[in-house]
């Protein structure tokens, strides 16, 4: 069992900066791919980005160019740098680490973009 914690949100004016971070209960040595996801209430949690063990990412088209997601190391595996922030950003961000057959969730760090 691993357990994910984020942490990096609060609350950011638009055009702000803000860096996610996902830390491990435990070394993470091998996965499938690493994403993070965001859900605001009322909807479903939306993928934002992707990055698989041989270093593909991938993006959704509403934070290309804004947003990168980065391998870190076993402890730390993926962070989310966030640029340009707009107040549609505003969500709750979730880790999520495939590794194997399993999927591992964090519990969400809230991202506010307000001015």
């Known amino acids: 069992q691993v357990q994910l914690v984020e942490s990096g949100g609060g609350l950011v004016q638009p055009g702000g900066s803000l860096r996610l971070s996902c830390t491990a209960s435990?070394?993470?040595?091998?996965?499938?791919?690493m994403n993070w996801y965001r859900q605001v209430p009322g909807k479903e949690r939306e993928l934002v980005a992707t990055?698989?063990?041989?270093?593909?990412?991938s993006y959704a088209d509403f934070v290309k160019g804004r947003f990168t997601i980065s391998r870190n190391n076993a402890l730390n595996p993926v962070s989310l740098q966030m640029n340009t922030l707009k107040p549609e950003d505003t969500a709750v961000y979730y880790c999520?680490?495939?590794?194997?057959?399993?999927?591992?969730w964090g519990q969400g760090t809230q991202v506010t973009v307000s001015s």
């Open positions: 990055i698989t063990s041989g270093g593909y990412t």
């Open positions: 435990r070394s993470i040595f091998s996965f499938n791919a």
């Open positions: 999520n680490v495939n590794v194997g057959p399993t999927n591992y």
